[in-house]
T-cell receptor, first 115, second 116 residues
Framework: AQKITQTQPGMFVQEKEAVTLDCTYD???????LFWYKQPSSGEMIFLIY??????QNATEGRYSLNFQKARKSANLVISASQLGDSAMYFC????????????FGAGTRLFVKA | DTAVSQTPKYLVTQMGNDKSIKCEQN?????MYWYKQDSKKFLKIMFS???????INETVPNRFSPKSPDKAHLNLHINSLELGDSAVYFC???????????????FGQGTRLTVV
């Protein structure tokens, strides 16, 4: 069975500091994709970053980077230089072939950025 | 142009009514989904369609019936609405190549359903 676990219900970070949001996953499929999404208070789901299971390097997109540790089955999101606008819910997600055509989501982490 | 659009954005209805939510995507994706987000923000997949074919039905009550007239549309019809159906329903789409690059799901803005 596939599973995504986010163990941090809420996180606080000071503006301009970096923060790491944890995500672990479980799948027996060798081919899978890992994703992070942001959901601000307005409710829309915004795709942030993708990491493929065969990618050798960690993905980066602007201030977002994904710390991919395959052996540990972890895919932590690192946000550098936090901004007030980063305050939102963050969801880790995974899609894998054996799971069929679906992306499953973790429970989410609510990030609060303090001025 | 909105990539994934769903209507209505808000839906308030009485218990026992039947309602529909419409979803359309103009991204050329071949896979579409319905997700339910509960009050605790947990996102749970309900249905997945690939090329108009139902691929996944995640033990959703029979009162929920998706319909995909073509690859660009996936509508959700709900019969005999119950209080517990109150949630935000998201439509999404993606390329069907699971797990590969550029396979992220694109979401509609959500439909907040309130059953009273």
């Amino acid at each position: 069975a596939q599973k995504i676990t986010q163990t941090q219900p809420g996180m606080f970070v000071q503006e301009k500091e970096a923060v790491t949001l944890d995500c672990t996953y479980d799948t027996s499929d060798p081919s899978y994709g890992l994703f992070w999404y942001k959901q601000p208070s307005s409710g829309e789901m915004i795709f942030l970053i993708y990491q493929g299971s065969y990618d050798q390097q960690n993905a980066t997109e602007g201030r977002y980077s994904l710390n991919f540790q395959k052996a540990r089955k972890s895919a932590n999101l690192v946000i550098s230089a936090s901004q007030l606008g980063d305050s939102a819910m963050y969801f880790c997600a995974m899609s894998a072939y054996t799971g069929g055509f679906k992306t499953i989501f973790g429970a989410g982490t609510r990030l609060f950025v303090k001025a | 142009d909105t990539a994934v659009s769903q209507t209505p954005k808000y839906l308030v209805t009485q218990m026992g009514n039947d309602k529909s939510i419409k979803c359309e995507q103009n991204l050329g994706h071949d896979t579409m989904y319905w997700y339910k987000q509960d009050s605790k923000k947990f996102l749970k997949i309900m249905f997945s369609y690939n090329n108009k074919e139902l691929i996944i039905n995640e033990t959703v009550p029979n009162r929920f019936s998706p319909k995909s007239p073509d690859k660009a549309h996936l509508n959700l019809h709900i019969n005999s609405l119950e209080l517990g159906d109150s949630a935000v329903y998201f439509c999404a789409s993606s390329h069907g190549i699971v797990g590969g690059p550029n396979t992220e799901a694109f979401f509609g803005q959500g439909t907040r359903l309130t059953v009273v």
